[in-house]
């Protein structure tokens, strides 16, 4: 069965200064990853997704860049947080051959 | 681009009775999957369901593809039913639009 994470669970970071999330994926190969953010009692909105490693397409950039370093592994990452980043991050899944999508657990952010 | 309707925006039930939640979107979509999201953040999967009817349990999703919409129907509510549920939509590559959600509460 695959498994989805996402580190860390939580996150309280200054503004101006640095972030990068995680998201994992075990039990499937060559997954196609993708970021969304959600802001607190909002609606979920796509930010990136990943075909294969190495390839990134931008959705939606709110300031933060994405990468796929490794065929399980997606990074959401930027190096000045603004007071708008805070929210929810959620990282999914779906296989090569379908479409459904399957999320993580989440990370929440706040910045102050 | 892709625009997602869903209504209505939030609904408050009795344990025991039934709720429908619609979602109405702009273009035709050729795929479309209703999420519920725990009030702690967690989303899972309901359905997964471009046309036609699934059942799952007391759930049932019905959408009709010619008629941009889609719904999903809850029978006999549980108070474990509360929380928010989303319709997306994606018509074309890897882009997923999500609805604005519709926020449920069954009290005991």
């Known amino acids: 069965a695959q498994t989805i994470h996402q580190w860390p669970v939580a996150e309280i970071k200054a503004v101006g200064s640095p972030l990068s999330l995680g998201c994992t994926i075990k039990g499937k190969s060559s997954p196609n990853l993708y970021w969304y953010w959600q802001a607190t009692g909002g609606t979920l909105q796509q930010l990136f997704y990943?075909?294969?490693?190495?390839?990134v397409e931008s959705v939606v950039q709110l300031n933060l860049s994405a990468s796929r370093p490794k065929d399980d592994q997606f990074i959401l990452s930027t190096e000045k947080l603004l007071l708008s980043h805070s929210g929810f991050y959620l990282c999914?899944?779906?296989?090569?051959?379908?479409?459904?999508?399957?999320f993580g657990p989440g990370t929440r952010l706040t910045v102050l | 681009g892709q625009q997602v309707q869903q209504s209505p925006a939030s609904l408050v039930l009795q344990e025991g009775e039934n709720a429908e939640l619609q979602c109405n979107f702009s273009?035709?979509?050729?795929?479309l999957q209703w999420f519920y999201q725990h009030p702690g953040g967690r989303l899972v999967s309901l359905f997964y369901n471009p046309s036609g009817t699934k059942h799952t349990g007391r759930l049932t999703s019905t959408t009709v593809t010619n008629e941009r919409r889609s719904s999903l129907h809850i029978s006999s509510s549980q108070t474990t039913d509360s929380g928010t549920y989303f319709c997306a939509i994606d018509n074309a590559g890897a882009k997923l639009t999500f609805g604005g959600g519709t926020r449920l509460t069954v009290r005991p």
């Open positions: 990943s075909i294969t490693v190495g390839q």
């Open positions: 999914a899944w779906s296989g090569g051959q379908g479409w459904e999508q399957y």
């Open positions: 273009s035709t979509a050729t795929r």
